[in-house]
């Protein structure tokens, strides 16, 4: 779906909340061979049966894109994703685990650079089932402004 969004339109203080996404085994072991990252936290069922949380946990960074990827939902041509800020891994991510993400828009502000666009800041809190915080971060956005006739 598309829909333009100038950064005049942007209110803050707005939510949204997404669909969830169960995280499977085969999402771990299909991440730790894109990224590398082989640790036994995420690999070694018996080595991690030792440990505090007893089980397999999600890379962060696993969690982090499907979190991001659930708020996909919309294409807004007047936007492009700048980066990420104040990102924290809050809680693990288990095998089974469902996680769900709310978007609140939690800053509006000029770009220094770019008269022209702004920058609208979507804190990302990523929740699991039972409404635990496990993941939250701040999605920086350059939005185009309208353009003014003067």
Not at 91 to 111: A, L, M, N, Q, T
């Amino acid at each position: 779906m598309t829909s333009e969004q100038f950064f005049e339109d942007y209110v803050l203080g707005a939510t949204r909340a997404t669909t969830g996404r169960t995280i499977t085994e085969a999402d771990i072991v299909l991440h730790a061979g894109q990224t590398g990252d082989f640790f036994p936290h995420h690999m070694d069922a018996a080595w991690c049966a030792t440990q505090d949380f007893g089980q397999r946990i999600a890379h962060g960074t696993l969690v982090f894109s499907v979190g991001i990827g659930l708020t996909a939902t919309v294409i807004n041509p007047r936007a492009m994703s700048y980066g990420y800020d104040r990102l924290r891994f809050v809680k693990p991510v288990f095998i089974g685990d469902s996680i769900y993400s709310k978007v609140e828009i939690s800053d509006k502000r000029d770009h220094p650079k770019r008269s022209g666009h702004g920058i609208v800041v979507e804190t990302v809190t990523v929740t699991n089932q039972r409404q635990e915080t496990v993941l939250v971060c701040d999605h920086l956005h350059i939005v185009e402004r309208r353009a003014t006739q003067g």
